[in-house]
């Protein structure tokens, strides 16, 4: 390619750029697909789509924003980490230090508690969405059980995320989720000893909050990861999302 | 081939089925084993939480026709009700979920704010999800004069120390 | 010395029954407009994501800009909040807490409603309607649908709107005010 000198030329056309992308600007169906397939990040859609998959109307976005949601709700999430403590004296305190002491942190625990919220109501959307369009159907019948199980653990991610301020709120939110737990027949058997596994001893406090926390910031983000990458990859492997029949 | 080879070859295969059976044995007993590690571990051994037995003051600190709700030890010191004049210690965790039901002198029962159950006071249910009635607490007086309860013992909602 | 010798290309391999005949320059009749209704990620759909991405940020920041999360007193084991209410979407979970014993509203019908929303595309399998929003072919399974999203969201609303102290039922303008 013949050297120009203008600032984009400066900028993509040098050994540095090329290095990273290999091919040309995406302006033709040959670097087009060069630019899905040798990208790690978007290889996991396909060089074409279908014109259905892009209608607005009839995804309307919302497993898209659902992921949106937990990509912010992961940023935030490790940024709030570098000033909450894990401990029933202190976690309290750093909930009202995050709002007046630490420069823009209430502006994180607002993106992440109203992310959590967004993300519940999206991943339910996104679920109502695959059903009136009757996309949960073979051959995507097995990505719609992993959806099942990612709206769970949504769930569980907002359950153990409240729980974590140390507020009235999570401590009665923990002793009823605890006794629930208990309540699991034979209660004196499986009940108890699930109950047990989960507060870390028989009373609500340091030992559940620390068992709380450890779920909400590394066990079930790694499940939820991991499982919206087979969901992704399933998608293609399921021949995209689903749409009409053609004649 | 001779006739020792192919006499070799069905022992092999008996010879193949032993280890493969040893081998799939192993991966799975290791992994079973592990997987019962990790869930044992994460049942504590060692708890640091309070006693199950205490001292709650003495018969003196709550006078008659009352019921006190005792914050730090979620209980509710009985005295003089239900036409019995000692001193009861009923608990005040709900039977339910959990939470800490109110005493609501006007109505003689207990409400909890949860999930709306209540009960009576002999602890019976009346109203509510609650499977259970609320446990009274054995109760002895220490030789200093003070009350102890044991809330691992339940006893009889008639069971009083007499003051 | 003045005749140029030929050059060939792609010369013709006699043990094949095929060759390379000519290159022509022309377009594909592929170009912009795949095969079956397909367009090029990049861009038509790509470009669509980013801009979803940024209007996801930017609704979610104004929100956290406005509206402060909300963090209640302290952790007091002696005192319970009154009415005790979890984040909204468990208050469905929470209203069938309080019908019956815990365990059949908590943890026994939650489960069975996951497992037959699991199993749901194995017993439903006519391929009818697929990829049409409510097609007239689905009715019933829509329906059925209809009334599980009316019921978790109904029980929702009763938690959320119609729950007072103690978990009575109070109508929303009657509500009394929380102390």
Known sequence: MKKKNTIADLLFNNRFWKSVFRHDYPDNDLSRSEAMTSNLFLHIQSVKVHTNTIRPGYTLGLGLISFYLFIILTITGVLLMFYYIPSIERAYNDMKDLEFAVSYGIILRNLHRWGAHGMVAFVFFHMCRVFYTGGYKQPREFNWGIGIVLLILTLFLSLTGYLLPWDQLAFWAITIVANLIGTSPPESILGASLRYIVVGGREVGQNALIRFYVMHVIVLPLVAAVLIGVHFWRIRKDGGISRPAEE | ?163 | MDKKPEVVIFPKNPSKTYGLMELIRTRSFQIEKGPDNTVTSWPHLLFREMILFMFVFIVLMIISILFNAPLEEQANPSNTPNPAKSPWYFLGLQEMLSWAHPFWGGIFAPTVVTIILILAPYFDRSQKGVGVWFAPERKIANLLFTILVVLAVGLIVIGEFFRGPNWQLFWPWNMPSPH
């Not at chain 2, 029962?109 to 009274?136: M, R, Y």
Request: aromatic share 12%; glycine share 8%; charged share 20%.
């Open chain 2, 1 to 163: 081939m001779s006739e020792k080879d192919v006499k070799g070859d069905v022992n092999n295969i008996t010879r193949r089925k032993f280890f493969l059976f040893f081998g799939w044995f192993g991966i799975l007993s290791s992994l079973a084993g592990s997987a019962f590690g990790a869930v044992r571990f994460m049942f504590p051994n060692v708890l640091y939480e309070p006693s199950t037995t205490f001292k709650i003051g003495k018969p003196s600190d709550y006078p008659p026709n009352t019921v006190t709700f005792v914050q730090d030890n979620r209980l509710f010191v009985v005295r003089g009700k239900d036409g019995i004049e000692g001193i009861r210690i009923i608990s005040s965790i709900c039977t339910h979920m959990g939470c800490t039901p109110k005493w609501v002198e006007a109505k003689n029962q207990w409400e909890c704010p949860c999930h709306g159950s209540v009960f009576n006071i002999k602890g019976e249910v009346i109203a509510g999800p609650a499977p259970k009635p609320l446990p009274w607490y054995k109760t002895t007086v220490a030789p200093d004069g003070k009350i102890v309860v044991d809330s691992k013992n339940y006893v009889k909602p008639d069971y009083q120390i007499k003051v």
